[in-house]
């Protein structure tokens, strides 16, 4: 299952320099993750510095 990114994002960008395959981008109002490019690795959620990336 792909991680999600929640209304809590503060649009710092950390997330998507450090997801390994790129599955992250910028959406509007928060980033996103394509959940298709998403191989549930984690490394996001532990970068986030505001906790806003759920599994």
Not at 20 to 25: E, M, Q
């Amino acid at each position: 299952m792909a991680y999600v990114i929640t209304d809590s994002c503060v649009s710092c960008g950390t997330c998507a320099g450090a997801c390994p395959v790129g599955a992250i981008a910028e959406g509007d109002g928060k980033y996103e993750i394509d959940a298709d490019a998403c191989v549930s690795c984690g490394t996001c959620a532990g970068a986030c510095p505001v906790g806003a990336i759920e599994e």
